[in-house]
């Protein structure tokens, strides 16, 4: 059972930046995938970012052009880089695993991010 960690979530103000982290409890590149969500109250979860094992990234029309998404694979972190943050983009944001095709999806707690107009 892998363990996900997230942090980095913060207050910033509109325009602000913040980078989010997700530490894995074993070697990222073990993952199909990894990615981000983010859940807003009375919303669904929607993806924000993900990336394969290859270094293939997917972003979402709602972040994409402000956010990257990115890996260290000595520190097994991965990261989700926001810019240009809007009060819209408040939300609690999830890490995800992937490890293969018929292992569930691994979620880690979320780290709460509010951006103030």
């Known amino acids: 059972q892998v363990l996900l960690v997230e942090s980095g979530g913060d207050l910033v103000e509109a325009g602000g930046s913040l980078k989010l982290s997700c530490v894995a409890s074993?070697?990222?590149?073990?993952?199909?995938?990894m990615g981000w969500f983010r859940q807003a109250p009375g919303t669904q979860r929607e993806l924000v970012a993900s990336i394969t094992r290859s270094g293939n990234t997917n972003y979402s029309d709602s972040l994409k052009g402000r956010c990257t998404v990115s890996r260290s694979t000595p520190k097994n972190t991965l990261y989700l880089e926001m810019n240009d943050l809007k009060p819209d983009d408040t939300a609690r944001y999830f890490c995800?695993?992937?490890?293969?095709?018929?292992?569930?999806?691994?979620w880690g707690q979320g780290t709460q991010v509010t951006v103030s107009s």
């Open positions: 074993r070697s990222i590149m073990s993952f199909n995938s």
């Open positions: 995800y695993a992937d490890p293969n095709s018929v292992t569930p999806r691994t």
